[in-house]
Antibody, heavy 123, light 107 residues
Framework: QVTLRESGPALVKPTQTLTLTCTFS??????????VTWIRQPPGKALEWLAL???????FYSTSLKTRLTISRDTSKNQVALSMTNMDSVDTATYYC???????????????WGQGTMVTVSS | SYELTQPPSVSVSPGQTARITCSGD??????SYWYQQKPGQAPVLVIY???ARPSGIPERFSGSSSGTTVTLTISGVQAEDEADYYC??????????FGGGTKLTVL
């Protein structure tokens, strides 16, 4: 059974750096085709894709946020971390991590999601 | 990156067919994906690679593609299908994008 769980601070101050951790089970990020990705959703608004890391440790970032984001993995702990610098009130959102699989160079979509973690940016 | 455009809302009576569209310039070249999100819950993948349905997703959910528009069709809509639906696609560089979402109301 594949599960993912997000963890991190519920409240951060403006200009601070947010670091979130996604702890997963039921698959290995070193298996060919496996990826973990981060998505966020401001209250009442649409989903926004943030970043993805794959089985080869390749990293992909949202064009609009790439200067602020860093995604990394710890395969020994089955964890993926996302850091976002210079947090602002507009970054207040629920942050999700999800598993994505690639089969024969084509994605199978984000097939399993964590429950999400709400992050509020406020002084 | 590019944009995916969805109608903000679609309404349908129970038992009827709901069609939710998603438009984007890269859709002829890239696969599309659809997610269902109910209030307070994480999204659930309902269609991948334009037309494929994950295991456990009811057969009334189907996807199609024509040019720059993809469509999620829900046949025989049930009250439990009321949710927000998001389309998604990627560009050739591995960057993903979601549409703005469509709220499906079951009258």
């Amino acid at each position: 059974q594949v599960t993912l769980r997000e963890s991190g601070p519920a409240l951060v101050k403006p200009t601070q750096t947010l670091t979130l951790t996604c702890t997963f089970s039921g698959f290995s990020l070193t298996t060919t085709g496996m990826c973990v990705t981060w998505i966020r959703q401001p209250p009442g608004k649409a989903l926004e894709w943030l970043a993805l890391i794959d089985w080869d440790d390749d990293k992909f970032y949202s064009t609009s946020l790439k200067t602020r984001l860093t995604i990394s993995r710890d395969t020994s702990k089955n964890q993926v971390a996302l850091s976002m610098t210079n947090m602002d009130s507009v970054d207040t959102a629920t942050y999700y991590c999800a598993r994505a699989r690639t089969v024969v160079k084509h994605s199978m979509g984000f097939d399993t999601w964590g429950q999400g973690t709400m992050v509020t940016v406020s002084s | 990156s590019y944009e995916l455009t969805q109608p903000p809302s679609v309404s349908v009576s129970p038992g009827q067919t709901a069609r939710i569209t998603c438009s984007g310039d890269s859709l002829p070249k890239q696969y599309s994906y659809w997610y269902q999100q109910k209030p307070g819950q994480a999204p659930v993948l309902v269609i991948y690679k334009d037309t494929a349905r994950p295991s456990g997703i009811p057969e009334r959910f189907s996807g199609s593609s024509s040019g720059t528009t993809v469509t999620l069709t829900i046949s025989g809509v049930q009250a439990e299908d009321e949710a927000d639906y998001y389309c998604q696609s990627a560009d050739s560089s591995g960057t993903w994008v979601f549409g703005g979402g469509t709220k499906l109301t079951v009258l």
